[in-house]
């Protein structure tokens, strides 16, 4: 498993596991957690979720699926923006603890930019880590202007990275966040890696795919995992796709693959608004 390294210094696996919509059906919950269990068993110990998702629904998956082995997991989760006042930062995460029945998070996330001041969430956040409560904090969906704003606080220079939309279909965020996050080595977090299913549909992914054996999510997933600085954190259901992607560890683009993506997802030429849908 490729490592990516946090500021602090510590390692995270560069490939993780989403939660968005786990939760939402109990028919789902049991077939929800195998598949993160057979992802941890995989090294995708990494599992993102957050306190939106199914209303705290996802975050009782995640602590079902990690009970009895939660020192092998690395657990992020998030902040709601209209939850991130000083005060409200601390609630929320202790009712996220509850949920995961677990003492610590292991990062925690504003979810987007909101009405709070970035400063009180970033003070709650210093607290809560101070208690022992989360082991670092970090910001998602914040591009460079909110970025610049964060390091600037006394304690901004802790922050773990920046969870946003990235992938073959959304990648406005070469043009600056990401050059950006890398002078800072503050690593990226990309989110909807397979833009939520609509890459697996690409003929040209799918034609890249068939040159090694291999099927679109895995195609999607490497030319993230070919990055520096990248974590990537797609979202599977079920046990088959767990293995599925897993398996684009394997995949080893080359520079006419890399070149036929360009063409099929040109790079930015400028600058973009962040993509979240
Ligand atoms: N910070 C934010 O604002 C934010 C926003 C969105 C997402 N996220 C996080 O990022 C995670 C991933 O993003 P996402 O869930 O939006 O989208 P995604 O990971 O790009 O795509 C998930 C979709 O792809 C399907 N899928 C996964 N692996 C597959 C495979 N091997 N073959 C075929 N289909 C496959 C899943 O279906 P099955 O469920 O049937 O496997 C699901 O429908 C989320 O779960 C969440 O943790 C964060």
New binding site residues.
């Given amino acids: 498993m490729p490592l990516i390294t946090l500021p602090s210094g510590e390692t995270v696996p560069a490939l993780g596991q989403?939660?968005?919509t786990m939760g939402d059906s109990a028919k789902r919950r049991k077939e929800e957690i195998a598949a993160l269990r057979l992802g941890m068993d995989l090294g995708m110990t990494l599992i993102?979720?957050a306190e939106m998702y199914a209303s705290g629904g996802a975050e009782e998956v995640v602590g079902e699926a990690v009970a009895g082995r939660r020192d092998e997991a690395f657990l992020v989760s998030?902040v709601m923006p209209g939850n991130a006042s000083r005060r409200g930062t601390v609630a929320a995460c202790e009712k996220s603890l509850k949920r995961l029945k677990t003492d610590r998070i292991d990062l925690y996330l504003l979810?987007?930019p909101g009405p709070s001041p970035i400063a009180e969430t970033v003070d709650a956040f210093t607290t809560l880590k101070r208690a022992g409560k989360i082991r670092h904090w970090g910001v998602?969906?914040f591009d460079v202007g909110e970025m610049e704003e964060v390091v600037e606080l006394p304690d901004g220079k802790d922050v773990a990275t920046n969870?946003v939309?990235y992938?073959l279909r959304k990648r406005g965020i070469e043009f600056d966040l990401i050059p950006w996050c890398e002078r800072r080595r503050i690593p990226i977090m990309a989110?909807?890696?397979?833009?939520?299913?609509r890459l697996?549909r690409s003929r040209e992914v799918e034609a890249v795919a068939a040159r090694h054996g291999a099927n679109p999510?895995k195609v999607a997933l490497a030319w993230l995992l070919q990055q520096d600085g990248v974590m990537v954190?797609?979202?599977?259901?079920?046990e088959a796709?767990v293995r599925?992607?897993h398996g684009a560890l394997a995949v080893r683009l080359d520079a006419r693959d890399l070149a036929e993506l360009d063409r099929a997802f040109p790079p930015p030429a400028k600058k973009k608004p962040l993509a979240?849908t």
């Fill in positions: 989403g939660t968005w993102d979720t998030k979810h987007w998602s969906n969870q939309m992938n989110y909807s890696p397979l833009d939520q299913g697996l999510a954190i797609p979202k599977a259901g079920s796709h599925e992607n979240s």
